[in-house]
């Protein structure tokens, strides 16, 4: 038991860190993060639909590989994105520093609750595996309803309960995690009717079972 202990403590860090990367090792997994996380973000885009002149927020946009992507899909709108991380919001100035300096591009660091943003304000919402880390008690996923103007849409990428329930750094204090059912109940508490969110299953390499959620808001 005792040489278990030190492995342990391995991957409670290690899920620490994909919550709220910090220093070396938070850079370290923002890369990591990146690379793995590019499929679903592919799925993401296709789903998302974003027109030109939109206004586009992303949730957790990590080091910022994906804002390079909604800048050229809203060449003519603007896009937001907010991390809980100053590591990875670094990261990602500097990834897109070009589309910062002009303005096309803004960054923010704080928690998805309350967002520093007016209500029915983007027309898509953008959340690729960062529902876990969101809080029990519905604020951040209010949020989200919140800052979409009506008839705007938001897709959401997670992987499976199913799946994640054999990483071992997927610990309850750390991760939130989901099934269809679930995720289906934390959008429909958000505010979004049920019968405008469709979710379908994805497969992704290395066995990963994903779930990807379009939820679009009710026109007033």
């Known amino acids: 038991m005792t040489a278990q202990l030190p492995l342990q403590r391995l991957w409670s860090k290690t899920g620490e860190q994909l919550r709220h990367p910090q220093g070396a090792a938070g850079r370290l997994i923002g890369h990591l993060m990146a690379s793995i996380n590019w499929r679903p973000y592919q799925l993401a885009f296709d789903a998302l639909e974003v027109r030109p002149t939109d206004r586009v927020l992303e949730l957790g946009c990590g080091g910022g590989r994906s804002l390079g992507r909604l800048c050229d ?4 709108g603007q896009v937001d994105a907010v991390d809980h991380s100053r590591a990875m919001i670094d990261m990602a100035a500097r990834r897109n520093a070009n589309r910062v300096a002009g303005g096309h591009l803004r960054l923010h660091t704080g928690p998805f609750s309350p967002l520093p943003f007016q209500s029915n304000t983007f027309d898509r919402l953008l959340a690729v595996n960062v529902l876990y880390f969101f809080d ?12 979409l103007k009506p008839g705007g849409r938001m897709v959401v990428y997670v992987t499976d309960r199913s799946t994640m329930s054999t990483w071992p750094f997927c610990e309850q204090q ?6 269809e059912v679930d995720l289906r109940a934390l959008l429909v508490q958000s505010g979004f009717r049920n019968d405008r969110i469709r979710i379908e299953r994805a497969k992704l390499p290395l066995n990963i079972s994903g779930l990807l959620a379009v939820a679009v808001k009710q026109a007033e």
Not at 136 to 147: L, P, Q, V
Not at 174 to 179: G, S, V, W
């Open 136 to 147: 029990k008690e519905g604020h951040d996923i209010a949020e989200c309803h919140r800052m």
């Open 174 to 179: 750390t991760h939130r995690t989901f099934d």
């Open 73 to 76: 899909l809203a060449s003519r």
